[in-house]
């Protein structure tokens, strides 16, 4: 009778125990649980990630099993870099990715770097993603980071890593944040020194497409001139092609304060894109460095990019349509400084180039052994070293507009007064399709771009709105004018 009064005695007091921790749970913050570290070989990678699935699922710290094949049984971070890595095809998959953030490393150094094709990574979904449902998804609510900051202080500095690394594959991502990629002048080398993205292969087998991304707060402290620069996107040869992507306050020593397009064979795709508070502490390309390459850009704007040495700098081969870029209020160099050889093809149609300061060009074709071509329609201030076309329109003073809420300069026409010209679509579409560079690596590389952003694309404006197709407004912004 003792016993059972005694064991009685304590159910209820473990009872009361369970009833008293429960009560007092809501008083204590959960502990993120600590991410799992990387599959050693590829044994490791047969046993825990299935092979040969058209879709895999991504959360920050895995579920279940961890085999990727459906939200509860998610891989975690490190199954998403061995996925990412590894030697499984992911020819025909597509990899989906729950809100959270995705570290690209356990140590500081290099970030992942992939040597296969991919069909397509897609960020933003619910973390309350059941089965394989892919319906719940909203990149701005629920955002997906892939970050280089590995010591977990929310800023890209020693001790954290670059993020991606793309060797060889033709590889597509969309709706994902880049965030807080670092690399250091100890872990560049000459084929390998972004911090962010890096793209390095053959023109022909390596291509990285980003579509409604951002890239931001990533930084590149190297300074060997060769490898410095680009903390976004370091391009040092293949193709790199953006749609509709934000680069936001990304930092690096010199040459490119968000881009750098660094070899004769490195090609990039601009398409309404936001280029905004980038910066460099040395000289060129305060938003892009062209040290060579070829650049395609539309409907994009460039501005409040801080150093000197030209918003738009370099002697590649660039096609700027419909684009807006401001040079800073302290750079000499103004927005765009040009040094395209002979053969290059550099040639600019209905943009708006403004230099803040008012001693400075809005295009300075930067020697007479150079050349570019205006086609027309430009509103600008000033110009050195070229003559523009008659259908170009100088407005010396300064101008006035704002960045809107869809990262567009909005800016009134009627200020300006006569305009020489206005743009049709059908002859931008024709001036983009010339574009064809002697040393470009892809044939017709003008056509190619018209393929890749559809002619609508040039009928457009950088938030989508539809321009007069007979009478278009330079720049990347347009109030819809009447004939």
């Known amino acids: 009778m003792k016993n059972s009064l005694f064991i009685i005695s304590k159910l209820c007091m473990l009872a009361f125990i369970i009833l008293l921790a429960q009560g007092c749970q809501e008083d204590y913050d959960m502990i993120d649980p600590p991410m799992m570290t990387d599959y050693d070989d590829d044994l490791d990678e047969e046993v825990i990630m299935q092979k040969g699935l058209e879709s895999y699922f991504v959360t920050q710290f895995g579920e279940g099993g961890m085999d990727g094949s459906s939200w509860e049984q998610a891989l975690d971070a490190a199954g998403f870099r061995k996925l990412l890595s590894g030697s499984v095809d992911l020819s025909k ?23 296969k094709n991919v069909k397509a990574i897609k960020g933003g979904y619910s973390q309350f993603s059941e089965g ?6 909203d990149i701005d609510t629920y955002v997906t980071v892939i970050s280089g900051d590995v010591n977990g202080n929310k800023q890209a500095d020693t001790g954290d890593c670059g993020l991606l690394l793309v060797k060889k594959g033709i590889i597509g991502i969309e709706g994902v944040t880049f965030q807080y990629g670092y690399v250091s002048e100890a872990d560049a080398s000459a084929t390998e020194c972004g911090s962010g993205i890096y793209v390095s292969g053959s023109a022909g087998d390596t291509s990285l497409e980003l579509t409604d991304c951002v890239i931001r707060d990533c930084k590149s402290t190297v300074t060997t001139s060769a490898k410095q620069g680009g903390p976004a996107v370091f391009a040092l040869s293949g193709q790199v092609r953006l749609n509709n992507v934000r680069l936001l306050d990304n930092t690096a020593v010199g040459r490119g304060g968000a881009v750098r397009c660094s070899g004769k064979t490195a090609v990039v795709f601009m398409n309404g894109c ?10 060129w390309g305060n938003g892009i460095q062209m040290s060579e390459g070829h650049i395609c850009m539309n409907n994009t704007t460039l501005i409040d990019n801080m150093g000197t040495g030209a918003a738009l700098n370099g002697g590649g081969s660039m096609l700027l349509i419909n684009s807006t870029i401001i040079g800073n209020a302290s750079d000499s160099h103004g927005a765009v400084r040009c040094e395209t050889g002979a053969g290059g093809d550099t040639k600019f149609i209905n943009n708006l180039l403004i230099a803040e300061n008012p001693a400075a060009p809005s295009f300075n074709l930067n020697g007479s052994s150079y050349e570019a071509f205006s086609k027309g329609y430009n509103v600008y201030q000033r110009v050195t070293g070229i003559t523009m076309s008659t259908l170009d329109t100088a407005y010396p003073n300064a101008l006035t507009g704002a960045l809107n809420e869809d990262g567009v300069y909005e800016w009134n026409l009627s200020q300006i007064g006569a305009i020489k010209g206005y743009a049709t679509k059908q002859a931008i579409i024709e001036v983009a399709k010339s574009f064809n560079p002697v040393a470009s690596p892809i044939v017709n590389l003008g056509e190619v771009f018209v393929e890749w952003t559809g002619e609508d694309a040039f009928g457009i404006d950088q938030r989508g709105v539809a321009r007069n197709a007979n009478k278009m407004q330079a720049g990347a912004y347009d109030a819809v004018l009447t004939n």
Not at 132 to 137: A, C, F, G, L, P
Not at 274 to 283: D, E, F, I, P, Q
């Open 274 to 283: 936001l280029l905004k508070g980038n910066s460099h502490s040395g000289s």
């Open 93 to 115: 998959s597509t990899i989906y990715m729950s809100q959270g953030k995705y570290v690209m490393s356990e140590e500081s150094g290099l970030g992942v770097i992939i040597r």
């Open 132 to 137: 394989t449902d892919v319906s719940e998804r």
